[in-house]
């Protein structure tokens, strides 16, 4: 190691022994001037220490589940990307069980690369040591990424077969018979556009007035409004279903053989 590391020592207690500096650098080849010692570490504020500065970080504490993710966030932003961080506190169990938490607070305060952890056995007690490293990319970090292009899809299209170019092909024409080859009849309308069972028009010139007229039309008599009768069946069902020349036109419906009665009203003109 060269003598720019900058290395981080933090601990809970509020002050630190010689001693216990002594082993936790013990095999460190670390610069003391190059070191920065952090007591009482629980009450660390954001922007405490200069960001992104360290490259090695050492975190010891008198308690288990001492290192939580807001106490290791701070320690991750004062470090280097890549640099390394060590945790030393009191095991809870075994080693599995002392290190699971460990590793699971390092690992949502966004570090990588943890270790098993290791039981070490001090005069303060048995000791459960994990090491991790921050990632050597940074917040905010880009990167291109190349994406492969898609392979052209051929679209399917119809195509013969080389036997099938002689086929003999039916001619449509053939389908038709003779009778599909008349002219439709056209039905010839009306210059009146008047309708069965309706008079002509006023100035008709089709004929149909004259047709009307030598219609013989029956008038209506006194017997007929007293016993009504109708060859058609048609006349007692009202003007919609009499024919032109009805007697009856203009009456309201009625029962066949029994009397017609009309209101008092029915020769009042309309208001």
Same mark, same amino acid.
């Given at each position: 190691?060269?003598?720019?590391?900058?290395?981080?020592?933090?601990?809970?207690?509020?002050?630190?022994?010689?001693?216990?500096?002594?082993?936790?650098?013990?095999?460190?080849?670390?610069?003391?001037? /190059?070191?920065?010692? #952090?007591?009482?570490?629980?009450?660390?504020?954001?922007?405490?220490?200069?960001?992104?500065? +360290?490259?090695?970080? +050492?975190?010891?504490?008198?308690?288990?589940?001492?290192?939580?993710? #807001?106490?290791?966030?701070?320690?991750? *932003?004062?470090?280097?990307? &890549?640099? %390394?961080?060590?945790?030393?506190?009191? *095991?809870?169990?075994?080693?599995?069980?002392?290190?699971? @938490?460990?590793?699971?607070?390092?690992?949502?305060? &966004?570090?990588?690369?943890?270790?098993?952890?290791?039981?070490?056995?001090?005069?303060?007690?048995?000791?459960?040591?994990?090491?991790?490293?921050? @990632?050597?990319?940074?917040? &905010?970090?880009?990167?291109?990424?190349?994406?492969?292009?898609? *392979?052209?899809? !051929?679209?399917?299209?119809?195509?013969?077969?080389?036997?099938?170019?002689?086929?003999?092909?039916?001619?449509?024409?053939?389908?038709?018979?003779?009778?599909?080859? /008349?002219?439709? *009849?056209?039905?010839?309308?009306?210059?009146?556009?008047? &309708? %069965?069972?309706?008079?002509?028009?006023?100035?008709?010139?089709?004929?149909?007035?004259?047709?009307? %007229?030598?219609? /013989?039309? #029956?008038?209506?008599?006194?017997?007929?409004?007293?016993? @009504? /009768?109708?060859?058609?069946?048609?006349?007692?069902?009202?003007?919609? +279903?009499?024919?032109?020349?009805?007697?009856?036109?203009?009456?309201?419906?009625?029962?066949?053989?029994? !009397?017609?009665?009309?209101?008092?009203? +029915?020769?009042? %003109?309309?208001?």
């Amino acid at each position: 190691m060269n003598g720019t590391t900058q290395t981080v020592v933090l601990h809970s207690a509020p002050y630190l022994s010689g001693s216990f500096l002594e082993n936790t650098l013990q095999g460190q080849d670390i610069n003391l001037r /190059q070191l920065t010692i #952090v007591t009482g570490s629980a009450s660390l504020e954001p922007n405490a220490l200069p960001q992104q500065t +360290f490259d090695k970080a +050492f975190s010891s504490a008198h308690s288990s589940g001492y290192h939580n993710t #807001v106490l290791l966030g701070l320690i991750a *932003a004062a470090l280097k990307p &890549g640099a %390394a961080l060590t945790l030393r506190e009191p *095991a809870s169990g075994g080693l599995n069980e002392s290190a699971a @938490p460990l590793k699971k607070a390092l690992l949502l305060a &966004g570090f990588v690369d943890s270790t098993d952890g290791k039981l070490m056995n001090t005069s303060q007690g048995q000791l459960i040591c994990v090491s991790a490293n921050k @990632p050597q990319y940074t917040v &905010g970090a880009k990167a291109s990424i190349t994406l492969k292009p898609k *392979a052209e899809t !051929k679209r399917a299209s119809w195509t013969l077969a080389a036997d099938e170019d002689d086929e003999e092909l039916l001619d449509e024409d053939e389908l038709l018979t003779e009778e599909d080859r /008349q002219k439709p *009849a056209v039905i010839a309308m009306d210059d009146c556009e008047v &309708g %069965a069972g309706k008079k002509a028009c006023k100035n008709c010139t089709c004929g149909r007035a004259d047709a009307e %007229a030598a219609v /013989q039309k #029956v008038d209506l008599s006194q017997d007929m409004l007293e016993n @009504p /009768q109708s060859a058609c069946g048609s006349c007692g069902l009202g003007d919609a +279903f009499r024919c032109s020349s009805c007697p009856y036109r203009g009456l309201p419906s009625f029962e066949m053989g029994k !009397k017609i009665e009309l209101g008092s009203d +029915f020769l009042t %003109a309309d208001a």
